[in-house]
Nanobody, 125 residues
Framework: QVQLVESGGGLVQAGGSLRLSCAASGSAFSINAMGWFRQAPGKQRELVASITSGGSTNYADSVKGRFTISRDNAKNTVYLQLNSLKPEDTAVYYC???????????????????WGQGTQVTVSS
C-alpha cells in the first residue's frame, strides 16, 4: 500500500515563507507527475503547482514567482516552497501523485491517483 505523508504547514505572517514536503512510501511503485493542490473554506480545490517525473513544472498564475515546486526522485518526495505569502494563500494544501503499480502479483501496471492527508497553511495579515 502506498501512502503520501505531508508535513510543513503552519501559521505565518504575510510576507513570510513556508516549505511543504510530501513523501511517498510503500513498495514496488513508480511515480509520474506530482503536484500540490489547495482548498480554502467554501472554495473548490485548485491546482497550485505540478512537476513531471522529468522535472518540468507548471504553476497557477496566482502563485507564479512566489512558489517553487521541486522533487527528489530518489526519496519519492515533492516539495513546495512558499515565499511572499499572502492572506489569500490560506488553505489546506494537498499533495497528489500519479502512482504506477500493479495492485497484485500478475496484474497490469496502472496509474492510480494518491492524495496526502492535507496540511493547513494560515497566513495572517
Amino acid at each position: 500500500q502506498v501512502q503520501l505523508v505531508e508535513s510543513g504547514g503552519g501559521l505565518v505572517q504575510a510576507g513570510g515563507s513556508l516549505r511543504l514536503s510530501c513523501a511517498a512510501s510503500g513498495s514496488a511503485f513508480s511515480i509520474n507527475a506530482m503536484g500540490w493542490f489547495r482548498q480554502a473554506p467554501g472554495k473548490q480545490r485548485e491546482l497550485v503547482a505540478s512537476i513531471t517525473s522529468g522535472g518540468s513544472t507548471n504553476y497557477a498564475d496566482s502563485v507564479k514567482g512566489r512558489f517553487t515546486i521541486s522533487r527528489d526522485n530518489a526519496k519519492n518526495t515533492v516539495y513546495l516552497q512558499l515565499n511572499s505569502l499572502k492572506p489569500e494563500d490560506t488553505a489546506v494544501y494537498y499533495c497528489h501523485a500519479g502512482i504506477v503499480m500493479a495492485v497484485a502479483p500478475g496484474t497490469l501496471l496502472y496509474e492510480y491517483d494518491y492524495w496526502g492527508q492535507g496540511t493547513q497553511v494560515t497566513v495572517s495579515s
